[in-house]
């Protein structure tokens, strides 16, 4: 079974709709990330969590919000979908003890209409 | 922020040597990294550099850092197939978190 699981693999929404992507892990790490990514861009990183009660801005947190539900789950809303965030998502974590390794999901490829 | 700078597309030969670029504007990472994106997954750890080596050697892998430059290159020897992927490099922030490069999209012909 993979470590680190994301729901749904493929969405496609329209302009304004809520949607949640969601991430699980079973590797008992306390870090975990959301990026975006884009052709041409990279990944760029939404929020990222160190632990169940912290969370954290990414470089492009705007339009997104994230929930850490437990250590295992960490949660990526966008409350009004637009069009400009179709793109490809991952859910990744890290051990947090100085490992240098993120473990990435296999990715949710959203489509705004 | 931080500036990766990679080349969106390199071709090879099956059997060749292929080198990915990257160039960074910060210096500060304590590692540098290589991850490999196949079709259709996520990105998988393929090897990584301490800040303070200028070269480090894994089987067909060979990554060149070279500090004074701001140059990072991934080498791979006897090129197959299944090395057709996306290869990003990536930096480390001051919260231990990533910073990723454009990518660099490998096409290996038969």
Request: with cysteine.
């Amino acid at each position: 079974d993979a470590d680190v699981t994301q729901t749904p693999r493929n969405r496609i929404t329209k302009t304004g709709k809520r949607i949640m992507l969601e991430c699980s892990q079973t590797k008992g790490h306390d870090r975990m990330y959301w990026y975006r990514q884009d052709p041409g861009l990279g990944l760029r990183l939404i929020y990222y969590s160190f632990d169940v009660k912290d969370i954290n801005k990414g470089e492009i947190s705007d339009g997104y919000s994230v929930s850490r539900q437990a250590q295992a789950k960490f949660s990526l809303s966008l409350e009004s979908a637009i069009p400009n965030q179709t793109a490809l998502y991952f859910c990744a974590t890290n051990d947090g003890t100085g490992g240098v390794e993120q473990f990435f999901g296999p990715g949710t490829r959203l489509t705004v209409l | 922020g931080e500036d990766v700078e990679q080349s969106l597309f390199l071709s090879v030969r099956e059997g060749d040597s292929s080198v990915i670029n990257c160039t960074y504007t910060d210096s500060s990472s304590t590692y540098l990294y290589w991850y490999k994106q196949e079709p259709g997954a996520g990105l998988q750890l393929l090897t990584y550099i301490f800040s303070n080596m200028d070269m480090k050697q894994d089987q067909r892998l060979t990554v060149l850092l070279n500090k004074k430059d701001k140059h990072l290159s991934l080498r791979i020897a006897d090129t197959q197939t299944g090395d057709s992927a996306i290869y990003f490099c990536a930096g480390e922030t001051g919260a231990n978190n990533l910073f990723f490069g454009t990518g660099t999209r490998l096409t290996v012909i038969p």
